[in-house]
């Protein structure tokens, strides 16, 4: 059976039709990597232990040891095939992988009968003190780790295609509609860039919870009794607190058998938000397109209907949007569960964390479809400018508040019973009330330069550097008419 037959049989959509987008996460959240994540923790805590326990041993020899054990996290085939093999036996995923690495040190010591005499000392070493989770917990940091760099490798090319549009249309002008009702214009740049500075807060504080995570490693309850009862010499907790820092974290002081789940629940909650901003992005797109203020590229060999020929529909906004449901019910799940346990411990975090490759899985099929999507549309100037023509009575809140400024104190409600009305007024109509107005001539040429398209205010150049502003399209009166206050 080739692979495109075996996707076809999958009973995921991760592995099987999205499987081309989700293959960067394989290596990480696969069992294949968990196992190998395990084996890398099981060895580096093993080699800091030799260090601690027996320092004087053959420095030369040691070193030899040292290197075949680096090795064992590396050797990607036969080190995840001998570990399930041995699972399959004992029925315990992490005992495997303890079981796994004595083996190969017996078979390090087999092949050199110089090395035998030190591996027969350090192999009661493996997992010495240890339970389970203490290898998990490191393990599923470090997967979180690794994959943090990738996704936000993923996000910045979003953000680069949003600031990109905000770059070439900052200048175009757009109806807005609050309520679903007009509203006074905006910039179809500057609302795509409304997303991507709500993205860089979020990103923000995923570096913050990220840099501030505490994680379990304290043994079979979190106190270290094994090693206390063992070795009392050694200072453990400060031990602990080395061994686990040498990873790239921080470790929990007080904890159960388990990680508190606390700190990865708030790493969870910043993808689930930042999950969420792009759900409002596909929506707000996806109702720009339908609307054509957006116009989507055309491909010629794609169909968008098996019915209606004519359509070009917004596939990769829409399919985005039900994967960010997907993701962030797998991330709801996971940040509601995970913290709590029963007692010191119970086992259902166990099954659960095996399905957090699944929540990023959705979150990068996502990611992959608002990429594809951004790069298939184009403002329709047309329709935009018409939009706008077509609806003077926006700028009914600019004349409203021009008049409380010249000191006429019902500005707005004049304003108000001069647009409710069934049919909108146009811009002559709006010519025509001005000019009825008791105001200066000054105030009235002002009033009378105003129209839709030039009524869409300020904005930054970049929200990163808020003291540089565009120019007010307003600033087109100014050279109508002479400076004004």
Request: net charge neutral.
């Amino acid at each position: 059976m080739d692979l495109e037959d075996a996707r076809l049989d999958c009973l995921s959509p991760l592995d099987g039709r999205y499987q081309s987008q989700t293959a960067v996460l394989r290596p990480i959240f696969s069992e294949r990597g968990l196992i190998l994540y395990r084996i890398k923790v099981e060895v580096l805590y093993l080699l800091k232990l030799i260090d601690t326990i027996y320092p004087d041993l053959d420095s030369k020899k040691l070193e030899v040891i040292k290197n075949k054990l680096r090795f064992l996290h590396s050797d990607v085939n036969f080190s995840v095939t001998r570990v399930k093999q041995i699972e399959s036996k004992i029925n315990h995923d992490v005992k495997s992988v303890e079981y796994y690495i004595k083996e190969k040190l017996q078979e390090f010591a087999d092949s050199d009968q110089s090395l035998k005499k030190i591996i027969t000392k350090i192999k009661p070493l493996v997992h010495f003190g240890l339970t389970s989770q203490d290898i998990t917990t490191l393990s599923l940091w470090m997967q979180l780790k690794d994959v943090k760099s990738i996704y936000q490798g993923e996000i910045a090319g979003i953000q680069n295609k949003l600031r990109l549009f905000f770059k070439q249309y900052k200048s175009t002008p757009m109806l807005a509609h609050t309520h679903g009702q007009i509203a006074s214009p905006t910039f179809i740049g500057k609302e795509f860039m409304v997303f991507a500075e709500r993205i860089d807060n979020q990103l923000q504080q995923l570096d913050n919870v990220f840099s501030n995570a505490k994680v379990k490693f304290g043994g079979a309850v979190g106190n270290f009794n094994a090693h206390a009862y063992s070795y009392g010499h050694v200072n453990w907790l400060k031990w602990a607190d080395e061994f686990v820092e040498s990873i790239g974290f921080k470790r929990a002081q007080f904890t159960t058998q388990i990680d508190h789940y606390d700190m990865m629940g708030a790493y969870f909650d910043c993808i689930k938000r930042i999950n969420t901003i792009l759900m409002d992005l596909c929506i707000d797109v996806w109702e720009y397109i339908s609307r054509d203020y957006l116009t989507l590229a055309i491909n010629d060999n794609e169909v968008g209907s098996s019915a209606m020929p004519h359509k070009v529909n917004p596939i990769n906004f829409e399919n985005s949007e039900g994967n960010l449901h997907l993701a962030n019910s797998t991330f709801e799940l996971l940040t509601r569960k995970l913290p709590v346990s029963r007692m010191q411990r119970d086992l259902t975090d166990s099954t659960i964390t095996r399905n957090i490759g699944v929540a990023f899985g959705y979150t990068f099929v996502a990611l992959n479809n608002i990429a594809k999507g951004l790069k298939k549309i184009t403002p329709n100037i047309k329709v935009l400018h018409k939009e706008l023509e077509e609806n003077s009575v926006v700028i009914s809140e600019g004349l409203q508040s021009l008049l409380k400024k010249e000191g006429i104190a019902d500005g707005y409600e004049m304003l108000k019973e001069f647009t409710r009305k069934h049919s909108k007024p146009s811009m002559y109509d709006f010519k025509q009330f001005i000019k009825n107005l008791d105001v200066d001539d000054f105030t009235e040429r002002k009033m009378l330069c105003l129209s839709p398209i030039i009524y869409t205010g300020i904005i930054p150049n970049d929200y990163k550097n808020k003291n540089r502003y565009m120019s007010s399209s307003l600033d087109s009166i100014s050279s109508m008419i002479g400076p004004f206050v």
